[in-house]
């Protein structure tokens, strides 16, 4: 069976259960996924049912994709409700997955109809200007020392085998996140997200070389998906909440609760980020 028959019966199981299909998916990453708390008419869906879908095995990941509306209101108290598709938790190589595996489920997206993807991650701080609970606008991404999602048989149903990867990251969506954040009252950073396979979190070193590459936070997730994304003709943004300064920043160890509980601190503001932009496509 070929990657694309696999991700048409998945999509065609999605589809079976949903008597809409939203335009914009959202990925939520670690620690930032109450935004389905505010979503109103869910339709859940586990991973563990849709036919050849990989299963997340980090903390802070549901496997879940939750189907419904948000309400959303602009500074003028009007209200506009959207539907959308958030996936509670991604799986990534460090559990073990291959890269196909990895951005399978952005394939599905493809052919489920999906024209907008807002990815999130949590990412350590790498720019030594960044503190804890900031958020970062993806500008652009250092993928180099990761195997590439797309090696092997390349399939035309979802892409050209050479695609252009100049303009990842949509424009006039980050010119939105810009807006809704002014709105908001919130401080977003811009820059360059560096992703790294873990799941060990990076050495001193690491982070000082990427500093020298133009990083400015980097995390073990979002960028094969964004890759995926844009071959697929998908429209992109992505965040990076900042869970922590890299290591070699502070003189204090690394751990993924603490990951956890920056997300949880963070995720009001987070939210109105990503609800502002939302209400703008």
Known sequence: MTEYQKALESAEYIKSKLTI??????????GIGRLADETEFMVPIDYKDIPHFPLTSVVG????????KLSIRDENG???DTDVLLALGRVHLYEGFKPAEVVFYVKVFKLLGIKYLILTNAAGGVNTEFN????????????LFAKSPLAGVNEEEFGARFPDMSAIYDSELACMATAAAKECGILLRKGVYAYAQGPMFETPAEVRAMRV??????????VPEAIVANY???RV???????????????????HEEVIETGRATGDKFMKLIKGVIRRI
């Open 232 to 234: 697929c003709g998908i």
């Open 78 to 80: 009007k209200a506009k």
């Open 213 to 222: 590459l133009g990083a400015d936070a980097i995390g073990m997730s979002t």
């Open 132 to 143: 804890a609970g900031d958020i970062m606008l993806i500008k652009d991404h250092i993928g």
């Open 237 to 255: 943004i992505g965040f990076s909440m900042i869970s922590n300064m890299a290591a070699g920043i502070l003189d204090q160890p690394l751990t």
């Open 21 to 30: 299909i939203p335009d914009i998916a959202v990925v939520l990453g670690s």
């Open 61 to 68: 990941h549901k496997g879940r994709f939750i189907s419904g």
